[in-house]
C-alpha cells in the first residue's frame, strides 16, 4: 500500500528553467509534508515543507504548493541550477501515523548545463 | 556531534552472519528512526523510538531485525542470519521536539550481504 508516490522516476531540465516535482498521496490524514534531497552515498537532507494549513511555502529557490482536496503536492525549483541534481523524495506523516514520515520512491532530477 | 552520527560506513557480510549497525544522534534528540532504502526503491520505515516509550516496530520486515535503544541515545540495529535481500543502505534520522515533523538523517550504513 504506496501511500506516497511519486510517478515520475526521473526528470531532466535545463540550468535556468523551472524543475517540477510531483508527489500524490492516498491518506486523508496526512497533514505535513516534506521534501529531502539525496545526493548519491549521503543520507537525505531536507530541504521544506508545509502545513495542511497552508497551500503554499517558499524557501529562496524552493516553493512547495500542496492541493488538499487533489491529495497532490509539488516542488518547485526556479531557477534550476546543475548543484540541484539529486534524488529528491517527498514525505508525509499525521496524526494516525504518529511521528514517522511515509516517503515516496523519488525523483532523479538532472539539471544539464 | 552535529549531526547523526552511523557507523560502520560500509559493511560486506557473508550470508547467515549476523550485523550490528550502530547510530548516534543529534544530541538532545529524543526521537530515532531507522529506515532503508534498497537499489532503485524508496525509503522504507523500519522502526521508531521516543524517549522511554514503547517503539513502534511495525515497520520491521521479519524477527531476524531488532533495534535497541540503550539511555535513550544510541541506537543499535540487529540483523540476524543476514540474507542477500537484507543488502541496502540502512539509514538513521532522529528529530527534537522543537523540530516539528523534520527529521535529520545520518550518512547511513550501506550493508552488503554475499
Known amino acids: 500500500d504506496q501511500q506516497v508516490k511519486q510517478n515520475s522516476p526521473s526528470l531532466s531540465v535545463q540550468e535556468g528553467r523551472i524543475s517540477i516535482l510531483n508527489c500524490d498521496y492516498t491518506n486523508s490524514m496526512f497533514d505535513y509534508f516534506l521534501w529531502y534531497k539525496k545526493y548519491p552515498a549521503e543520507g537525505p537532507t531536507f530541504l521544506i515543507s508545509?502545513?495542511?494549513?497552508?497551500d503554499k511555502n517558499e524557501d529562496g529557490r524552493f516553493t512547495v504548493f500542496l492541493n488538499k482536496s487533489a491529495k497532490h503536492l509539488s516542488l518547485h525549483i526556479v531557477p534550476s541550477q546543475p548543484g540541484d541534481s539529486a534524488v529528491y523524495f517527498c514525505?508525509?506523516?499525521?496524526?494516525?501515523?504518529?511521528?514517522?514520515?511515509?516517503f515516496g520512491e523519488g525523483t532523479q532530477l538532472t539539471v544539464n548545463p | 556531534g552535529a549531526g547523526v552520527s552511523q557507523s560502520p560506513s560500509n559493511k560486506v557480510t557473508e550470508k547467515g552472519k549476523d550485523v550490528e549497525l550502530r547510530c548516534d544522534p543529534i544530541?538532545?534528540?529524543?526521537?530515532l528512526y531507522w529506515y532503508r532504502q534498497s537499489l532503485g526503491q524508496g525509503l522504507e520505515f523500519l522502526i521508531y523510538?521516543?524517549?522511554?516509550?514503547?517503539?513502534?516496530k511495525s515497520g520491521l520486515p521479519s524477527d531476524r531485525f531488532s533495534a535497541e535503544r540503550t539511555g535513550g541515545s544510541v541506537s543499535t540495529l540487529t540483523i540476524q542470519r543476514t540474507q542477500q535481500e537484507d543488502s541496502a543502505v540502512y539509514l538513521c534520522a532522529s528529530r527534537s521536539v522543537n523540530s516539528g515533523n523534520t527529521i535529520y538523517f545520518g550518512e547511513g550504513s550501506w550493508l552488503t550481504v554475499v
Open positions: 544530541s538532545g534528540h529524543t526521537a
Open positions: 523510538f521516543q524517549g522511554n516509550s514503547a517503539p513502534d
Open positions: 514525505a508525509a506523516s499525521g496524526e494516525t501515523s504518529g511521528s514517522r514520515l511515509t
Open positions: 508545509i502545513s495542511s494549513i497552508k
